[in-house]
C-alpha cells in the first residue's frame, strides 16, 4: 500500500506476524561506549552513542545485534526514545531510501501478475533519478518519447492518468481520465470509480495504454516506499512536518530524541544510532492439563505461528512446534512412573533463540485399585471390597452421581465399603478412583446388583389341554426369572416393552392341577419366591363339521366328549350355551337367521369347570341368491356379452351352455360382469343359464335365451345411378334376415324379397355429381350385423350452353357453361372421345375440334363426369366453313347486366327460337350501352 493513501496494510516481516505485549522493561548499562536498552513489544531496542554514517552503523548494529531499529507502532517510537534520557539529538534509524529496487504496484493483488510480471519495467534511459528530489511516483511519457517509456516524478504533479477497469473477453481493459490530478488522488479516483490505477505487466498492455492516451503523459500505478533496513514492510510513518524531504540525495532517516519525529538526512554523516534485538517471550498459562499412570499432558498458549518451543525434563529436551490454530498448544509426554514428580521446562524458541524459560511441577496418577467386587448383597445395599495399595493412598468411590472419600485403613487387609440405602433389583455402576497427592487414577468400574423383589400378580392368564399360561408383573428389564414345578426349572427372560410377562408351560395333561413357583432373578439373585395353583383346559370336542346349508342357515355337527362337558359355540360376537346331550351320539345345531352368500366362522369350546378348551374353527357358508340383471349386452356375427348384476368381490359364477360349463371370477370393482361368449354361429339361439357361486356353494339357476347377429350382406355394390338416384344392389342372406339401410342420418328398413335372386334398392332425390355413403346392417330378430360400408355417386349435370362458337375450313370451336369444379368432360364425334378438364376460374369451357372437312356437318356430343360417372349427354350440329359473316346492329333492352358470353347464349337461344339454321354460329364483337 502506497504512503500516500489512508489505509495500512498490516505489519509483516520476513519473521511472521509481530505480537504486541502491553509491558515495556528499560535497561540501562553501558558497555564501552554509552549503551542504553529499552523493550517495546518482542523487539529490544540499544542506543549506541558512537556517532558513524548511516552504512556504518548498519554494520555495527547486524554485528553486534539484529539491525537498525525498525519503528512500526508509536509504541515503538517511545521505546526508542526511552533508550537515552540525556540526549536530545538525531540518531540513525533503518529507513532508507533505495532507488532501484523498491518499486511497486497500487494494485497489490498477487494472483494478478504472472512469472516476471510484477517486475516489469520500461524506464526512459536514466531513469529513476531523483531529479530535483525525492521522485515517488511515475508516469508514462507520450509527449516527447514515441516509445512510451517511464520515468520517476514528483507524487504532487497533476496529470492525467490511467485507470484499470478488468477485462473484457480476456482483454484488460483501461480507461483514460478526463481530469487531471496528482498521483495520490488519481490512485483514490480509480479505485472509487474502477479497480485501481493501471499496471502495466508487459510490452502489449504498454502498447494498448500507448494508443489510448494520444500525446499526452499520464500517471501510471508504480510507486515507491523508503525501505526498512530489515527487511521489514511496515507502513508505519512518524515525520515531522516537512518531511521527508525533497532534496536530490538525501535518502537516509533519523530520529529525533526531543520529539520522537524523522528526518531526512545525508547518509554520509555521523549520528549515534538504534540497533535492536529480537526478544522472545516465555509462554503463559503452562500447566499440566491430564495425566494418567505413565503419562502427564501439558498446556500452554501459543504465541504465534513462527514461535517453536523447547521442553527439558529428566535431562532430555524435546522440540515442539507451533501447531495451526488460535488454540492452545497440548504435548503429552509419555511412558512415567505411576505416581512420581516431574518438573519440566519450556522454553520459547524464535530463529534459534530461546526464551528464559518457564517450569511446572506435575506428578503422574496413582495406578487403580486391583480385586473390586460386590462380597454381599440385599435388597438395600452392596458391600464392595478390593485390596489396599498402600498408606498414602486414598480413594473416591463414585457412583449415582455422587462420591465418597474413603481412606485407606491400618493394616494389609482388604478394603471394605458398604453402599446403603439402595432400590432392590437395581444394577449400580461403581466406579473407584485411586488417590495420590489429589491426583485420581484412570478408575475402574464395577457393576453390582441389589437383590429383586418377588414378582406380582402371578397367575393364570389362559390355559388348553396341554399348556397352561402364567401372567404377572414386570419388574423391569433387567430382571428375569426361574418357574419351578414338577421338580423342574426354567430359566424365563424379561420381554421388551412395558406390559407383563407372559410365559406357557406345555405337554401338560388336559384337565390336571399343576402348582408353579417363581423367582425374580436380578443378576443371577433370586427373590424368596411366590406360589399359584392352575389347571389345563378340557380337550376339543372332535368331528366339528357342517353338515348342509340353504341360504338362510347352516347345520354343524361335532362329537360329544364326555357327558360333564358342555360347549359354547360363537360367531357373528355372539357366544350359545349348549348343554351336552344324553349317549354318545353326535349332537347336531342348526344356526338360522343367516345371511345369504356369507362366510361364517363357528368357534367351538368345551367346557369343563368354567375352563374352556382353546377351540375348533370350521368356516361355513350361505348359499348365494341368483344373480341379478342377468341379459345380453352385446352381440355380433360370432360372439355374445352376457352382462349380470356383481354380488360381491368374493362371489364367482358358472355359465352353462352347450352342455359346458365356464367358471367366472367376480371382476374388481363395482360395475357389472360382462363376460363375452365367442366362437358362436352367426344368427342363431343360445340358451344361456347362470349360476352365482360362493365358496363352492352354487344358488338357484336363472336363464336366458339370446341370438348371435347375422352375418354382413355380401356383395354389396352400386348397380346403377342417374342425376338423381342410386340403385345399390346386394345377396341375400335367407328369408328371415332382413336390412337396414343407412346415409344422410336417415335408415330405411328392407325386407328380405322372395325368391333368390340379389336384393335391389334404389334410392332417390338425391343431389346430382354428390359422393353418398351407405351402411347396411342385416337384421335377425332386431339384432344387426356390424355392417358393411359402400360410397357411390350421383351421375352429374349436362353442360348448358353447348355451342361452336367459332369455325373455319379445318376446325370448330366448342363451347359450353362449367358444371362444377370437380366435374370433367367426354367429347364424343366421329367414333371419338376426348377427356376435357374444366378450366381454371369461372367462365366458360372452349374446346377446338381440328383437322376437319370444310363445308362438312358434325355432330359433337358431351357428357359431363363425375369420378367416372357420365351424365346423360347433349349433342349438337355445326359447320365448318368458308364463313359468311352476318353483321347485325342490335339494340337490346336487357334487365340485368350480362357479360358477352352470357348475350351470346342468350341470342344462340333466341335464334334457335325462331327456327334460324343451327349452322349459324354467333360472336359478339362488339357491345355499347
Not at 352476318?886 to 348475350?903: A, C, F, Q, V
Amino acid at each position: 500500500m502506497c504512503v500516500f493513501c489512508s489505509s495500512h496494510r498490516p505489519a509483516q516481516s520476513g519473521l511472521g506476524e509481530i505480537q504486541i505485549m502491553d509491558k515495556r522493561l528499560l535497561f540501562v548499562f553501558i558497555t564501552g561506549a554509552q549503551l542504553s536498552v529499552a523493550f517495546a513489544q518482542t523487539l529490544q531496542y540499544y542506543f549506541v552513542n558512537v556517532s558513524l554514517d548511516w552504512t556504518s552503523a548498519q554494520s555495527v548494529c547486524r554485528r553486534d545485534y539484529t539491525d537498525l531499529a525498525t519503528i512500526e507502532t508509536t509504541a515503538d517510537v517511545d521505546a526508542v526514545l526511552s533508550t537515552a534520557s540525556n540526549y536530545t539529538g538525531k540518531a540513525w534509524i533503518g529507513l532508507y531510501d533505495e532507488l532501484y529496487n523498491s518499486w511497486k504496484w497500487s494494485l497489490d493483488d498477487s494472483s494478478f501478475y504472472g512469472d516476471g510480471e510484477y517486475t516489469f519495467r520500461n524506464w526512459y534511459p536514466g531513469s529513476p533519478n531523483d531529479l530535483y528530489g525525492p521522485q515517488l511516483c511515475v508516469r508514462l511519457i507520450s509527449v516527447s518519447d514515441p516509445l512510451h517509456r517511464w520515468d520517476d516524478r514528483q507524487c504532487s504533479d497533476v496529470r492525467m492518468f490511467v485507470c484499470y477497469n478488468g477485462t473484457v473477453d480476456g482483454t484488460p481493459s483501461f480507461v483514460l481520465s478526463n481530469v487531471s490530478l496528482n498521483w495520490t488522488e488519481a490512485q483514490m479516483f480509480c479505485r472509487k470509480n474502477y479497480v485501481d490505477l493501471a499496471s502495466i505487466r508487459n510490452q502489449t498492455e504498454n502498447d494498448l495504454i500507448s494508443a489510448l492516451i494520444s500525446s499526452t503523459d499520464v500517471w501510471i500505478g508504480l510507486y515507491r516506499d523508503k525501505l526498512w533496513s530489515d527487511g521489514s514492510l511496515s507502513p508505519f510513518q512518524h515525520w515531522a512536518d516537512g518531511q521527508p524531504g525533497s532534496d536530490s540525495g538525501v535518502q537516509c532517516a533519523a530520529t529525533e530524541f526531543g520529539s520522537g519525529r524523522w528526518y531526512d538526512e545525508s547518509c554520509s554523516q555521523s549520528l549515534p544510532f538504534i540497533c535492536y534485538k529480537k526478544i522472545i517471550p516465555n509462554a503463559e498459562g503452562l500447566r499440566a492439563s491430564d495425566q494418567d499412570e505413565s503419562s502427564i499432558t501439558l498446556q500452554w498458549n501459543k504465541i504465534n505461528n513462527s514461535t517453536s518451543f523447547v521442553l527439558q525434563f529428566n535431562g532430555s529436551e524435546t522440540n515442539i512446534s507451533s501447531p495451526d490454530g488460535d488454540g492452545p498448544v497440548n504435548y503429552t509426554v509419555s511412558s512415567l512412573t505411576a505416581g512420581t514428580r516431574y518438573t519440566f521446562t519450556l522454553f520459547s524458541v524464535f530463529e534459534s533463540i530461546r526464551s528464559s524459560g518457564v517450569q511446572h511441577t506435575a506428578v503422574t496418577a496413582p495406578t487403580n485399585v486391583e480385586g473390586l467386587r460386590p462380597s454381599d448383597q440385599d435388597e438395600s445395599s452392596i458391600t464392595l471390597q478390593w485390596n489396599k495399595i498402600n498408606n498414602s493412598t486414598s480413594f473416591v468411590l463414585q457412583f449415582n452421581r455422587s462420591e465418597t472419600f474413603i481412606s485407606s485403613p491400618d493394616g494389609f487387609g482388604p478394603v471394605t465399603h458398604t453402599v446403603s440405602s439402595l432400590t432392590a433389583g437395581t444394577r449400580y455402576t461403581f466406579t473407584l478412583f485411586s488417590v495420590f497427592e489429589g491426583v485420581r487414577s484412570s478408575g475402574v468400574q464395577l457393576d453390582a446388583v441389589t437383590a429383586p423383589e418377588n414378582a406380582e400378580g402371578f397367575r393364570a392368564s389362559g390355559q388348553n389341554q396341554s399348556s397352561i399360561t402364567l401372567q404377572w408383573n414386570k419388574g423391569d428389564n433387567r430382571t428375569s426369572f426361574v418357574l419351578q414345578f414338577n421338580g423342574t426349572e426354567t430359566n424365563i427372560s424379561s420381554p421388551d416393552g412395558d406390559g407383563p410377562v407372559n410365559y406357557t408351560v406345555s405337554s401338560l395333561t388336559a384337565g390336571t392341577r399343576y402348582t408353579f413357583t417363581l423367582f425374580s432373578v436380578f443378576e443371577n439373585i433370586r427373590s424368596s419366591g411366590v406360589q399359584h395353583t392352575a389347571v389345563t383346559a378340557p380337550q376339543n370336542a372332535e368331528s366339528f363339521t357342517s353338515l348342509r346349508q340353504d341360504e338362510t342357515s347352516i347345520t354343524l355337527q361335532w362329537d360329544v366328549v364326555n357327558n360333564n362337558v358342555s360347549f359354547i359355540l360363537q360367531y357373528n360376537e355372539t357366544e350359545l350355551n349348549i348343554a351336552p346331550p344324553a349317549g354318545q351320539q353326535p349332537l347336531l345345531l342348526t344356526v338360522s337367521s343367516l345371511t345369504p352368500g356369507t362366510r361364517y366362522t363357528f368357534t367351538l369350546f368345551s367346557v369343563f369347570e368354567s375352563i374352556r378348551s382353546s377351540g375348533v374353527s370350521i368356516a361355513a357358508v350361505t348359499a348365494p341368491e341368483n344373480a341379478e340383471g342377468f341379459r345380453a349386452s352385446g352381440q355380433n356375427e360370432s360372439s355374445i356379452t352376457l352382462q349380470w348384476n356383481k354380488g360381491d368381490k368374493s362371489t364367482s359364477f358358472v355359465l352353462q351352455f352347450n352342455g359346458t360349463e365356464t367358471n367366472i371370477s367376480s371382476p374388481d370393482g363395482d360395475g357389472p360382469v360382462n363376460y363375452t361368449v365367442s366362437s358362436l354361429t352367426a344368427g342363431t339361439r343360445y340358451t344361456f343359464i347362470l349360476y352365482h357361486v360362493f365358496m363352492n356353494v352354487r344358488s338357484r339357476a336363472v336363464n336366458i335365451t339370446v341370438a348371435t347377429a347375422p352375418a354382413n350382406a355380401d356383395s354389396f355394390r352400386q348397380s346403377d345411378q342417374d342425376e338423381s338416384s342410386i340403385t345399390l344392389q346386394w345377396s341375400k342372406i335367407n328369408n328371415s334376415t332382413s336390412f337396414v339401410l343407412q346415409f344422410n342420418g336417415i335408415q330405411t328398413f328392407i325386407r328380405a324379397p322372395d325368391g333368390d335372386g340379389p336384393v335391389i334398392h334404389t334410392v332417390s332425390f338425391l343431389t346430382a355429381g354428390t359422393r353418398y355413403t351407405f351402411t347396411l346392417y342385416s337384421v335377425f330378430e332386431n339384432i344387426r350385423s356390424s355392417g358393411v360400408q359402400l360410397e357411390a355417386v350421383t351421375a352429374p349435370k349436362n353442360p348448358e350452353g353447348f355451342r361452336a362458337s367459332e369455325q373455319d375450313e379445318t376446325s370448330i370451336t366448342l363451347q359450353w357453361n362449367k358444371v362444377g369444379i370437380n366435374i370433367s368432360f367426354v367429347l364424343q364425334f366421329n367414333g371419338t372421345e376426348t377427356n376435357i378438364r374444366a378450366p381454371d376460374g369461372d367462365g366458360p369451357v372452349k374446346h377446338t375440334v381440328t383437322s376437319l372437312t370444310a363445308r362438312t356437318n358434325y355432330t359433337f356430343t358431351l357428357f359431363s363426369v363425375f369420378e367416372n360417372v357420365r351424365s346423360s349427354g347433349v349433342s349438337i350440329l355445326a359447320t365448318t366453313g368458308p364463313n359468311y359473316v352476318l353483321g347485325m346492329n342490335l339494340r337490346l333492352k336487357l334487365p340485368i347486366t350480362m357479360s358477352e358470353s352470357e348475350l351470346e347464349d342468350a341470342l344462340i337461344e333466341l335464334l334457335r327460337k325462331y327456327n334460324l339454321p343451327p349452322q349459324i354460329t354467333l360472336k359478339i364483337i362488339s357491345s355499347k350501352p
